[in-house]
Each structure stands twice: as structure tokens, then as C-alpha cells.
């Protein structure tokens, strides 16, 4: 894009915007609505720190992303300070974002050229993958009715202040979530669409997707400087998310996997200017981080190690190392702590904090203690991320590589390090240490691998170890018992074999091979999972969107419930109900939960969620008195009683019966019943 269209192209998003709203096309709205609140406001503050040099469209477009909720920090922190609606810190990023893009569009692009035919390939291929991603997706089910839920109270909250958004009255702050910044510029997206948070949360879900090649693909090349290594990365990146975990992808529109893949990437590649001397980088990469820390604090921790690992490959590889980018990461760890430290003081001071057991498996653990991890975890079955450990040996071997290098270890070593991880588990949790393996830059040190492999091996000796490689691997997937002693043990000894490499003075150049070749290489690594894995993929696209669920993920709540209480004016109102009903209805609806289920109350350790449960059971006990029961109604300061007809037959008659409910509304399967006052 040159810079004559530049202010053309940043007013396409407003207009369609508006037309799209006037038409009704919703999912054209969302994704505009995105763009005008949270990309172009970025985009201006990117153009006017000129960080965009090396960036090409593609880190752009995740730069522009963060930079852009950084500018929501300041004015959604004023409206929790003051008590103002989302409106306000909506209006003033639309302000600053105008005022932005104004004054940058006055400055030239600093875009390197590209063929034009390349970028239209590039968009091409990245917007068919965001349309397979939507069409696995699975719409709200899971943990992402938590974040429609808060997505729902920030917008329709008229005062925000940090207890108002709970999931309980006046309840604490949640210790992931206590400043909500990607709940609220969803919200705001929302709110900007014309369209309920449940709608635009889906939509958001492509965009999202679309933008995690966008960055794999900006990374490795600034890495590598190799296009090439760019390409295969993306391409292998997005083979992992719609396969991983049965389809990572389907939450790329939730905060962990949002922060992993499009957040992430966005402060890397400013560490990665920061590296080269511009001091508008550095800074840049500070907020960067500090955005993935206030979206969720444990998040900035694998960042954090793999733009270490980066400072530290370039200097074992003796490359300059402005100071710049030392002050940089220093701040960044700064700024994460301080973020950590006000979570802690606002959500955590004072809690219990409960030792829970989650992806036991992963961890050899001690009852609710995890002392380290084991080493197969990190490649959970999949043959490409053990290659890519693999090449590592190769890459510490060039100076200009190792920086990609020191990307992959320094995770590695986080995870894997007995002591290290030890500290790092009891700080954050197993539940969310287990989640670190999934940032672990492998796609970049497979693609860079190929590229180096390609020029080393020529083409006989290429072909050759192509076809080694798709038969072992091929092989190697049918043997499950392999994926756990024997690949712990292969990656303690490349990581062994990769140190006693680091001992070597790297060699000072290499250049990558052919690009069909380091394609073939990477094609013959992927070529087992996808033969046997491309149905399943094949089928849920074929499916849509809008396919049942598995049967434990599958929303029971019935559309009338949320209508009746979205249709009640005042306060939102307290429901008491079966706890899992309560909270599928804090998505649809603007209520307060009695209780909720136990693994989605863990983050509140300042409320006494196991005490409200126990209150919960004993309330449909059909033992407990009806004196009993409207104790609890008032200690629990209920205005409304969700009944299951189905699911709490047992005890309905009773709830029916008992004296201080009246019958407010009486559905196929659910009956609402108000608390008399």
C-alpha cells in the first residue's frame, strides 16, 4: 500500500461500516467494527512511532491490534475509575483513533515493496483460512459463555466499576480477568455493530484466526529474514489450531489463545525492532506486553521468556545489542509485575487460594503440587513439534539464526527446567502453566529448519530425507507409547545435544535453499497428520458452525429464559438455580449468578464460592425445610429462582410449593419464579 492510498483505504472500514449496519449484514459489521475501534486506532499510533519499518502488512495488521487496545487502557481505566458507562472509553478511542490516523497518513509508509500478485496471494490464502476456521468453530459453548458473560455486563452495566462486572453482586474482582481490556474492546465492538455480544463474539472468531498466520508468518521472516520460512510457518501454524485440542481455533476469539497467537507475535515483532535501535520499538513492545499482562497477568510470562531467549540468542551470536531493547524487556518485566502486583492487592489479597489438580498428566506432582513437567507435554503427540526441538541443534549453529533459536529454547527451558518450572507452576497454577506449550514458537524453527535442511542437504540428498521423514513420522504416529517415555527422553537429549552445540562458535552465515525444496521437507513432516486427520477437519467444515456441540459442552438453557430476564427492567437481578443453568444464562442475560459451578469460580478466591454452592445443593435438597429455604433466598439476596422441570424434577413440586415464590414465567422445560419481597 503506498502512502497516496493510505487515507482511502483507512476510510473503507467506516464507510462499510455503516452500510453494512444500515443492511444488516452483521458479521461485515463486526468485522469493521473491529477494525474502526481497535485496528485503526493502533494503526495511527504505529505510523506515528514509525515501528512499521520491517513489519510488512502482515505484523502491521497484529501490531495495529495491540497498539490498538493499548489505547483503550487509559480511558476504560478512567471510566472504572469514575463510574462511567463503555459508551465513554468507546467515544474516546474513536476520537483518538480519528485524530491518529489523521495526523499519520501526513508521514510516508515505511513498507518495504512487495509484488503486488504476492500480497493478494497472502490475503488470499489467510482469508481462506479464516473461513475454515469459521467453519469449525462451535459458536458459545464452554468457557466462552465466561467471556460473553463479561463481555454482556460491561456493556449493559450503566456505571462500570470492578466488582459490577462480577458474576456476583458487589462480588471481587476476577484474578484472571480484574481489568477486562479484551472483554471491553469486544464489548465496544458490540456496542459499535449494532449487534448483541453473542453475535459479534462469533463473528470475532474469524477475524481472530485470520489474524494468528498473519502474525506466524511476520515472525518468522523478521526472524529469519527468509519469505520463504514466513510462509511454511503460517502454513503449519494453522494445520496445529484447527487440529489441536480438537480445534484450537474454535477459541481464538478467547483471551488465552487471542494472546497466545495474534497479541504475542505483535510485541515480539517490536522486540524485534527494538533489537535493531529504534527506541519508538522498544517502548512500543513495553505496551505490547503490558496489554497482554492486563488481559491476563500469567500470559506475559512465556512472552516474556521467548523475547529473552531472542536477546540472549543475539548475543551468544555476538550481534549488536542496542541498549534500547535491554531497557525495553527490563520495562516490559516491569510493567508485567506491576500489573501482576494490582491484581494480586485487588483480586487475590486476602483469598484462599485452592490447590487444584488440572492436566495431572502433564506433571509429575505431589497431591495438588506439580513439581515439573514432563518433557513429552510440550509436543503432546505431535511428530512436527518434536522435529522442530530437533532442529534446533542445527539452528545454534548460525550466527543469524540464533535468535530464532533462543526463541524456542527460552520457553522450552521455562517449562522444562526442574526448579525453574517448579516456581513458575506454584506461582501461576498447573491449569494455566499448562497452557505455556501452546505459545512455543516451533512453527519458525520447523520452517527455518527446512529452509537451512534445503541448502545443506541439495536436492538428491533432500528428496531422500523427505521420504525418511514421512515415513518415520507416519510410523512413529501409530505408537502411542511412544509419544511419552521415548519422546521425553529424545528431548532431554536434543536440548542436551543443542547446549553442548551453544559450546561451538556458530558459523557466521547461511542461506536458506531452495523454496520447493524446504516446502517438500516441511510437506513430508506434515504429510502423516494430514492424511489421517483431513476428514475430521473435512467433516466440521462440512458441518458448520452451527453443529451440535459435544454432549458435555451443549448449552441446556432454553432461548426463553434469557428473553424473559433480558425483557426485566431495574438492577440486574440475582438468580438462584441449578449452578450450571446460572452460568450459561450470565451469557444471554443481564443477571448475577447465586452460585456457579466449581471450575468457574476457581479465579474469585475472595468469595466464598464453595460456601454458595453448598447453599446452592441444600436449597434443591428435597430434605431441606421451606424455613431453610427462604433463609437462604435471603442470605444469598435472591430475586429470582431458576427451576430445571427436567433436570430437578425430584424436588420441583417443592420449589413450586414453597411459600415467599410467586410463578413469574412457565416455559416448555424451565419455570422462573420471583422472591416475593
Not at 504416529?477 to 511419552?484: A, P, Q, V
Request: with cysteine; proline share 6%.
Amino acid at each position: 500500500m503506498s502512502s497516496r492510498l493510505e487515507p482511502a483505504a483507512l476510510l473503507v472500514a467506516p464507510a462499510v461500516l455503516v452500510a453494512a449496519r444500515l443492511a444488516g449484514i452483521d458479521a461485515l459489521a463486526v468485522w469493521c467494527a473491529f477494525a474502526v475501534c481497535v485496528m485503526l486506532p493502533g494503526w495511527g499510533a504505529m505510523r506515528l512511532l514509525r515501528v512499521e519499518r520491517g513489519l510488512g502488512l502482515s505484523g502491521a495488521a497484529v501490531v495495529s491490534t495491540s497498539l490498538g487496545l493499548a489505547i483503550w487502557i487509559a480511558p476504560l481505566a478512567a471510566a472504572f475509575a469514575v463510574h462511567l458507562p463503555l459508551t465513554a472509553p468507546l467515544v474516546a478511542v474513536l476520537i483518538a483513533g480519528g485524530a491518529l490516523c489523521g495526523v499519520a497518513v501526513t508521514r510516508p509508509l515505511l513498507f518495504d515493496r512487495v509484488s503486488v500478485w504476492e500480497a493478494a496471494a497472502g490475503a488470499l490464502a489467510a482469508c481462506l483460512f479464516a473461513f475454515v476456521s469459521w467453519r469449525i468453530s462451535t459458536g458459545v459453548i464452554s468457557d466462552a459463555l465466561f467471556h460473553v458473560g463479561r463481555m454482556r455486563k460491561l456493556e449493559d452495566i450503566g456505571s462500570l466499576s470492578l466488582t459490577a462486572i462480577s458474576s456476583y453482586k458487589d462480588g471481587a474482582p476476577h484474578a484472571g480477568y480484574a481489568f477486562p481490556l479484551l472483554h471491553a474492546a469486544f464489548a465496544g465492538v458490540a456496542d459499535l455493530a449494532g449487534v448483541d455480544v453473542v453475535t459479534a463474539f462469533i463473528y470475532l472468531q474469524p477475524l481472530c484466526a485470520l489474524l494468528t498466520v498473519l502474525g506466524a508468518f511476520a515472525v518468522a521472516r523478521s526472524l529469519t529474514g527468509w519469505r520463504t520460512a514466513g510462509y511454511l510457518a503460517a502454513a503449519v501454524l494453522a494445520w496445529d489450531l484447527v487440529t489441536l485440542i480438537n480445534g484450537l481455533i474454535q477459541q481464538v476469539n478467547q483471551p488465552p489463545v487471542f494472546t497466545f497467537f495474534v497479541l504475542t507475535p505483535a510485541a515480539l515483532l517490536l522486540f524485534v525492532g527494538a533489537m535493531r535501535g529504534s527506541r519508538s520499538a522498544a517502548w512500543s513492545a513495553m505496551a505490547a506486553v503490558t496489554v497482554i499482562a492486563l488481559v491476563h497477568p500469567t500470559y506475559a510470562v512465556p512472552c516474556l521468556a521467548i523475547a529473552a531467549g531472542i536477546a540472549l540468542g543475539s548475543w551468544r551470536a555476538h550481534m549488536r545489542m542496542p541498549p534500547v531493547a535491554l531497557e525495553g524487556l527490563a520495562a516490559s518485566f516491569l510493567a508485567s509485575a506491576a500489573v501482576a502486583a494490582w491484581i494480586w492487592w485487588v483480586a487475590i489479597r486476602g483469598g484462599e487460594r485452592r490447590a487444584i489438580i488440572t492436566h495431572s498428566d502433564e506433571f509429575l506432582h505431589h497431591g495438588a503440587r506439580a513439581i515439573l513437567m514432563y518433557p513429552w507435554a510440550p509436543v503432546f503427540g505431535r511428530g512436527y513439534v518434536l522435529l522442530a526441538i530437533l532442529c534446533l541443534i542445527l539452528l545454534v549453529r548460525f550466527r543469524d539464526l540464533l535468535p530464532a533459536a533462543g526463541a524456542m529454547l527460552a520457553p522450552l527451558t521455562l517449562l522444562l527446567l526442574p526448579g525453574l518450572s517448579t516456581a513458575v507452576v506454584a506461582a501461576t497454577g498447573m491449569g494455566q502453566f499448562h497452557r505455556f506449550w501452546q505459545v512455543l514458537p516451533w512453527p519458525l524453527v520447523l520452517a527455518a529448519g527446512a529452509c537451512v535442511a534445503a541448502g545443506l542437504l541439495g536436492v538428491r540428498r533432500g528428496l531422500a530425507v523427505a521420504l525418511v521423514l514421512a515415513v518415520v513420522l507416519d510410523q512413529a504416529r501409530e505408537h502411542g507409547s511412544f509419544w511419552r517415555l521415548p519422546t521425553s527422553v529424545v528431548v532431554v537429549a536434543a536440548l542436551l545435544a543443542v547446549v553442548a552445540a551453544l559450546w561451538l562458535r556458530p558459523r557466521r552465515m547461511v542461506e536458506s535453499g531452495p523454496w520447493w525444496l524446504a516446502s517438500l521437507l516441511v510437506a513430508a513432516v506434515m504429510v502423516g497428520p494430514v492424511v489421517h486427520g483431513v476428514s475430521r477437519v473435512a467433516d466440521e467444515a462440512r458441518d458448520g458452525p452451527y453443529r451440535a456441540p459435544r454432549a458435555d459442552l451443549a448449552t441446556v438453557l432454553t432461548p426463553d429464559v434469557w428473553r424473559y430476564f433480558r425483557a426485566q427492567p431495574g438492577p440486574p437481578p440475582v438468580v438462584l438455580g441449578e449452578e450450571h443453568r446460572v452460568f450459561e444464562l450470565l451469557a444471554y442475560a443481564d443477571v448475577y449468578a447465586a452460585a456457579l459451578p466449581e471450575a468457574r469460580s476457581r479465579a474469585e478466591p475472595k468469595e466464598n464460592t464453595q460456601a454458595r454452592r453448598q447453599l446452592e445443593q441444600v436449597f434443591f435438597d428435597p430434605d431441606t425445610s421451606s424455613a431453610r429455604r427462604t433463609q437462604i433466598l435471603k442470605q444469598l439476596d435472591v430475586d429470582y429462582v431458576l427451576l430445571d422441570t427436567k433436570g430437578q424434577a425430584n424436588v420441583a413440586p417443592q420449589i413450586l410449593a414453597q411459600p415467599g415464590l410467586t410463578v413469574a414465567y412457565r416455559g416448555p422445560r424451565f419455570v422462573i419464579l420471583r422472591v416475593d419481597r
